[in-house]
T-cell receptor, first 115, second 116 residues
Framework: AQSVTQLGSHVSVSEGALVLLRCNYS??????LFWYVQYPNQGLQLLLK??????LVKGINGFEAEFKKSETSFHLTKPSAHMSDAAEYFC?????????????FGRGTQLTVWP | GAGVSQSPSNKVTEKGKDVELRCDPI?????LYWYRQRLGQGLEFLIY????????KSGLPSDRFSAERTGESVSTLTIQRTQQEDSAVYLC??????????????FGPGTRLTVL
């Protein structure tokens, strides 16, 4: 079975501190991996995605993520948090062999940024 | 250009009533997905439409749930005889072609359904 696990439903950091949001996947086939962000009362917005071209993926707003097959991880990082980064973040995956493009989501991580 | 839009943004209904949720995808997007987000949980896939092909309904939780899409335009998700466990945010997403497993899906703001 395919699944995505996000460790930590809530993460709090100070403005300027490193942001690290954890995501692990479980899959018997190579996955495609995504990070989405959801601001209050808005739809999900794609931050970045891994499609096997490069293991280090850079996204919007200074975020990046690294695919580590040995650790089955795709953690999201940002060197310096900004107040505007406060939102909910979702890790998701898709797989060949499942419904075309269907995304499997983690439960989300709420990021709080303190001034 | 306009993004994915959904209506209503909020819906409160009584147990046992039927509800209809609407999704307008981005113009030109042939693939459309419905997901459900229950409190404290990740998004659950419900149904997928691709062009004029038969939809993939494998994620629908019960036969009270149905969805339609006319061509490559508007989709409606219908829940009959609503139950309290149907309370959730229902999200719609569209993608340009839906032919690739790495296609970017663009999400609407969702409809928050509350069943009393």
């Amino acid at each position: 079975a395919q699944s995505v696990t996000q460790l930590g439903s809530h993460v709090s950091v100070s403005e300027g501190a490193l942001v690290l949001l954890r995501c692990n996947y479980s899959s018997s086939v190579p996955p495609y991996l995504f990070w989405y962000v959801q601001y209050p009362n808005q739809g999900l917005q794609l931050l970045l995605k891994y499609t096997s071209a490069a293991t280090l993926v850079k996204g919007i707003n200074g975020f990046e993520a690294e695919f580590k097959k040995s650790e089955t991880s795709f953690h999201l990082t940002k060197p310096s948090a900004h107040m505007s980064d406060a939102a909910e973040y979702f890790c998701a995956s898709s797989y060949r062999g499942s419904t075309l493009g269907r995304l499997y989501f983690g439960r989300g991580t709420q990021l709080t940024v303190w001034p | 250009g306009a993004g994915v839009s959904q209506s209503p943004s909020n819906k409160v209904t009584e147990k046992g009533k039927d509800v209809e949720l609407r999704c307008d995808p981005i113009s030109g997007h042939t693939a459309l997905y419905w997901y459900r987000q229950r409190l404290g949980q990740g998004l659950e896939f419900l149904i997928y439409f691709q062009g004029n092909s038969a939809p993939d309904k494998s994620g629908l939780p019960s036969d009270r749930f149905s969805a339609e899409r006319t061509g490559e335009s508007v989709s409606t998700l219908t829940i009959q005889r609503t139950q309290q466990e149907d309370s959730a945010v229902y999200l719609c997403a569209s993608s340009l072609e839906g032919r690739g497993f790495a296609d970017t899906q663009y999400f609407g703001p969702g409809t928050r359904l509350t069943v009393l």
